[in-house]
């Protein structure tokens, strides 16, 4: 039986970067059911890190992440993100929204301008404009197109560098409690653990009822991505990425000729190796027709992810009341790329007792907001 001091179970974006974050203080190992770290959410996001997401909480750990996703590699290791600008766009009775959106970018400093529908169009030339279309728009120009293997390489590269390691086709099927410790028993072997990580995605409740522990009511909800061809002999890489606010789609460019759409769907669904279902295809389809001058004659790929939310869309970090040394790091709904250095490092605040980071104090935000027991009374 190997001896580990932190056991992270789940290889997403979620236990690769905390274990990254932690493994030079705490002997570490991620066990990943798959035979791929990133084999369900994490690969099957569009990885874009903007502020048409969330509120406050989300939006102030976005910002707190964008330096760290931004810096520039290490050796000759492929960047984990370039600038790639979003644009928000909205019709003319959404004026409010936008006027809310614009002040939460004037808020975080953002490099943004507020263009009428004309000039949106300049920018991504397939809009359709006017009143019921896209009327006026945002443009954050600060915006991140994320790698998002390159992200997971990357952690699992600073995992092993610290002496840490990562399983693959290790699925946890039980977990026990003895003599202090916990002992895992994966399809790879079994572990005796001082704590474990509970970064399982949409698994993450069924990982605390393994290890006897109430869990957090965490809602999967499938999103279904797109790809479509873009214009003939058009280069569309430098279109932005663009968002409706509210409800709608989004779309952006995949490489030069191609367009990744998503009607931002969220169906809630048990944790499963998500498809995409016709339905959703074709109201993506459907919305892009609408909205902009693009025939979409042949869907070229689709695929389904499960973005995974606690109740009140927060994510939830720290140790189970009642239950030793079982950290829970789940619920990253549908940012979890665009605030993984922010959560690794409030994570790691809260697991080891460190000191809260400043900015999260400035804005008012306190470990409470994310701590597990805030679900007790209702689980
Ligand atoms: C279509 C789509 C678009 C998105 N776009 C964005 C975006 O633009 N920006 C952004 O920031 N975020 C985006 N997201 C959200 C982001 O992908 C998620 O927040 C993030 O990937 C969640 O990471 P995770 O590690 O918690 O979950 P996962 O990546 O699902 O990882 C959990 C892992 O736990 C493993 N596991 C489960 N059970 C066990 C077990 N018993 N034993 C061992 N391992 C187990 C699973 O195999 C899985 O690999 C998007 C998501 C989707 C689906």
């Given at each position: 039986m190997r001896e580990i001091e932190t056991l992270i179970i789940g290889g997403g974006i979620a236990g690769l970067s905390l274990a990254a974050r932690i493994a030079p203080h705490t002997h570490t190992l991620v066990l990943e059911a798959?035979?791929?770290?990133?084999?369900h959410a994490s690969g099957r996001s569009v990885a874009i890190a903007h502020?048409?997401?969330?509120?406050r909480v989300v939006r102030t750990l976005t910002a707190m992440s964008l330096a760290q996703l931004a810096a520039e590699p290490v050796d000759d290791h492929a960047p984990s993100a370039i600038r790639h600008p979003a644009l928000h766009i909205a019709r003319a009775d959404q004026t409010a929204e936008l006027d809310a959106l614009e002040d939460v970018h004037r808020q975080f400093d953002c490099d943004f301008y507020r263009v009428q529908g004309e000039d949106a169009r300049k920018l991504f030339p397939a809009l359709k404009t006017g009143p019921d279309f896209c009327h006026e728009a945002i443009i954050d120009h600060g915006a991140l197109k994320l790698d998002a293997d390159a992200m997971l390489q990357g952690h699992v590269r600073d995992l092993r560098t610290a002496g840490g390691d990562m399983l693959t086709g290790a699925r946890v099927e039980d977990i026990q409690r003895n003599a202090g410790r916990w002992i895992v028993q994966s399809t790879s072997g079994t572990f005796r653990a001082e704590r474990i990580v509970n970064?399982?995605?949409?698994w993450a409740d069924e990982i605390a009822a393994l290890a006897a522990t109430s869990g957090i009511g965490i809602e999967p909800r499938r999103r279904t991505v797109i790809s479509i061809s873009g214009?003939?002999?058009?280069?569309?890489?430098?279109?932005p990425f663009t968002k409706t606010v509210g409800s709608g789609y989004y779309i952006l460019p995949e490489g030069t000729g191609r367009l990744l759409a998503s009607a931002m769907d969220e169906h809630p669904s048990l944790p499963c190796d998500a498809a995409p279902e016709e339905i959703d295809i074709a109201t993506i389809a459907h919305r892009i027709e609408e909205a902009t001058t693009?025939?979409?004659?042949?869907?070229?790929h689709s695929w389904a992810g499960l973005r995974s939310f606690a109740r009140d869309e927060l994510p939830v970090i720290g140790y189970a009341a009642g239950?030793?040394?079982?950290?829970w790091f789940a619920?990253?709904?549908?940012?979890g790329f665009q605030t993984s250095p922010a959560l690794a490092r409030i994570a790691e605040s809260l697991m080891f007792g460190r000191e809260w980071p400043d900015e999260l104090t400035r804005s008012k935000i306190h470990p409470a907001q994310f701590a597990?027991?805030?679900f007790r009374s209702r689980t």
């Open positions: 798959e035979s791929a770290p990133g084999y502020f048409g997401l969330g509120e970064a399982a995605g949409a214009p003939e002999h058009v280069d569309v890489s430098p279109w693009l025939p979409i004659r042949r869907i070229a239950q030793p040394d079982f950290f619920g990253q709904g549908g940012y597990p027991e805030r």
